[in-house]
């Protein structure tokens, strides 16, 4: 099973950005479908983008013209550009990586947006 660290995460004003990083520790990442995760307190876990092995990218509409997903398959990394934050984008969020029916998380890092 792949592990994951997520790296980031801190906290910033409304309208700014962060990048977020996700470092996978697996030979065959490359074969993964990577995506990122939120949870906010009190909230159930959603889907926030997903990037694919052919690099197809998804985003949640509350993310869409926001937030950019990509992969570096050299360096085993999903990235996660976030711009325009807002302060309903704090959340914890995680990196998850799929392939063939199974799946790992990453520890999850905090986003906070707030004046």
């Known amino acids: 099973q792949a592990q994951l660290v997520e790296s980031g995460g801190g906290l910033v004003q409304p309208g700014g950005s962060l990048r977020l990083s996700c470092v996978v520790s697996s030979p065959v990442f490359n074969m993964f479908t990577m995506a990122w995760y939120r949870q906010a307190p009190g909230q159930e876990r959603e889907l926030v983008a997903q990037?694919?092995?052919?690099?197809?990218?998804t985003y949640a509409d509350s993310v869409k013209g926001r937030f950019t997903v990509s992969r570096d398959n050299a360096k085993r990394t999903l990235y996660l550009q976030m711009d325009n934050l807002k302060p309903e984008d704090t959340a914890v969020y995680y990196c998850?990586?799929?392939?063939?029916?199974?799946?790992?998380w990453g520890q999850g890092t905090q986003v906070t947006v707030s004046s």
């Open positions: 998850h990586a799929a392939l063939r029916g199974s799946y790992s």
């Open positions: 990037i694919s092995t052919l690099r197809t990218t």
